[in-house]
């Protein structure tokens, strides 16, 4: 039996059979094929509501039925993905805010993504004017949630937004989910400004509301869905899941998620970003203090330029120490890598205040030097919100900060000696910042591979400190050097059954 399974959600006035074309037109690929089973969660949905006797389910008895359905899947499935198209996004997310509500959030920890088309998530002016000129409709419950920003559809995308967009681990009330939304060009129906709702990952495609999941010609519908089905596969759990996983399926402590305290290194992954010649990947994982032979590593900081204090258990606070020179007694006698920070803002920005996002400034390596590391890179990536600990990343903020790295970097090894070759990056916003490991590396290889078709002369090392980012980064790479392969095909013709 395959590991995952795709559970399909229909909308408003149709049935599972509106996934039929896509789902025959995805079972054609053996990535599809070989990876995923489907199921198609159906109910009532009528045009009209003639039948006195005959009730037809509102929003709350469908996402109860939903909600069985799941847990009948996540005893069956290792992962879970939710596709939904136009009103099945709202049953989606209404299952989701009554799970959340209960208090039972660690019943979601299965499901790896959800992906809505077209889903009317600040409701449908075109079904608001059908209510009024349609008396049957106004019968039709369901129709009823579909107008503009509908009190009870509102109250559970809050519960969404601080439950599951925002979660950075598991808790009864709390389960990190990537949620992404497609949105149709031509969609009079759910304009794109409703289909993208709030939710921070939006994408428009091609198509009416119907056509918008019709493969084409073009391909994009299939390669979209073809990408966040690859995501979820390689979407790590919510850290404290693992404990909860049956004794069989635990990994021991060391790789669940926990903190290596020694360096590894994955690698080489090599990828053909350019006609010209191949990049190297490495994974490093481990204390960033052991880092060694690598001529620049960059470090994630905030949009002040301020690097963590010495003993914080961040990549910030870590290089700070470990670029210290210190005493015989493990004194502090020349902060290196702060000292030079500080004096780069005072004469580039000014101290105290913010620079835009994606700014770096470059400083000396220290004592890292004797290790082989000759420069840090401190890339303003996180926004610290006022008033509290917490932080928010704007995705720009790192593909800006990725090209500013190179933009940096090539001038630099133009004016020193042209050896600078390699390049330490960690998974931007990450951390504190609150997103994914997918959506950090996904950010930052949209700009890296931009980079490297134009300059691939660079040896590429991405950093993780815990065992899980660690495998879970190279994965990702794996992946990729399959995706480009498979691109390029024999010889750099395109592959044979690409879509």
Not at 58 to 83: C, G, P
Not at 205 to 228: C, M, N, Y
Not at 389 to 397: I, K, M, Q
């Amino acid at each position: 039996m395959r590991r995952t399974v795709i559970v399909f959600i229909h909308g408003l006035f149709s049935s599972g059979a509106t996934w039929d074309k896509l789902i025959e037109h995805m079972k054609g690929t053996p990535d599809f094929e070989n990876r995923f089973d489907t199921v198609r969660f159906t109910y009532p949905s009528p045009r009209f509501a003639w039948n006195p006797l005959r009730r037809t389910p509102d929003f709350d008895t469908l996402a109860e039925n939903l909600r069985s359905l799941i847990v009948e899947m996540t005893e069956k499935y290792e992962r879970i993905v939710l596709v939904t198209h136009s009103q099945g996004g709202l049953v989606a997310q209404r299952f989701l805010s009554r799970v959340l509500s209960d208090g039972r959030a660690r019943e979601l920890a299965k499901i790896r993504r959800i992906v809505m088309f077209a889903c009317p998530n600040s409701g449908s002016e075109l079904f608001l004017l059908m209510r009024k000129g349609v008396t049957p409709f106004t019968r039709n419950t369901q129709v009823r949630e579909l107008r503009p920003l509908h009190v009870s559809v509102v109250d559970s995308q809050r519960r969404i937004l601080r439950g599951i967009i925002q979660a950075t681990e598991l808790s009864d009330t709390k389960c990190p989910i990537p949620v992404v939304c497609y949105a149709g060009d031509s969609d009079n129906v759910v304009i794109p400004a409703s289909a993208l709702g709030i939710f921070p990952d939006g994408i428009v495609l091609p198509g009416d509301h119907f056509s918008i999941i019709s493969p084409k010609p073009d391909g994009r519908l299939v390669t979209a869905l073809h990408r966040e089905l690859s995501r979820a596969l390689n979407e790590p759990f919510p850290e404290k899941f693992v404990d909860d996983l049956p004794s069989y399926r635990r990994l021991p402590k060391d790789q669940a998620g926990g903190f290596l305290i020694e360096q590894e290194i994955l690698g080489p992954v090599s990828i053909a970003l350019s006609r010209r010649t191949e990049t190297p990947f490495f994974v490093r994982g481990g204390p960033v203090e052991q880092l060694a032979n690598v001529d620049i590593v960059v470090s994630s900081e905030n949009t002040y330029l301020q690097m963590s204090q010495f003993f914080k258990a961040s990549t910030s606070g870590s290089l700070r120490f470990a670029a210290a020179i210190r005493g015989t007694g493990g004194e502090i006698l020349e902060d290196v890598a702060n000292d030079h920070l500080t004096s780069w803002l005072r004469s580039h920005a000014t101290y105290g205040h913010q620079v835009p996002e994606g700014t770096v400034a470059p400083t000396p390596s220290g004592a890292l030097e004797e290790k082989g590391v000759r420069r840090i890179y401190h890339a303003a990536v996180v926004n610290p919100v006022s008033g509290t600990n917490d932080y928010t990343v704007n995705p720009l903020a790192v593909t800006r900060a990725v090209h500013n790295i190179f933009s940096l970097a090539r001038r630099e090894r133009a004016e020193v000696d042209g050896s600078l070759r390699s390049i330490c990056i960690p998974l931007f916003g990450a951390g504190r910042g609150g997103m994914s490991i997918t959506r950090s590396f996904d950010l930052i290889w949209d700009s890296l591979a931009g980079e490297l078709e134009e300059d691939p002369s660079w040896e590429i090392h991405f950093a993780a400190r815990r065992r899980q980012n660690f495998d879970q980064i190279y994965r990702l790479l794996q992946a990729k050097q399959s995706e480009y392969t498979q691109r390029e095909g024999p010889k750099g013709r395109a592959a044979d059954g690409m879509v």
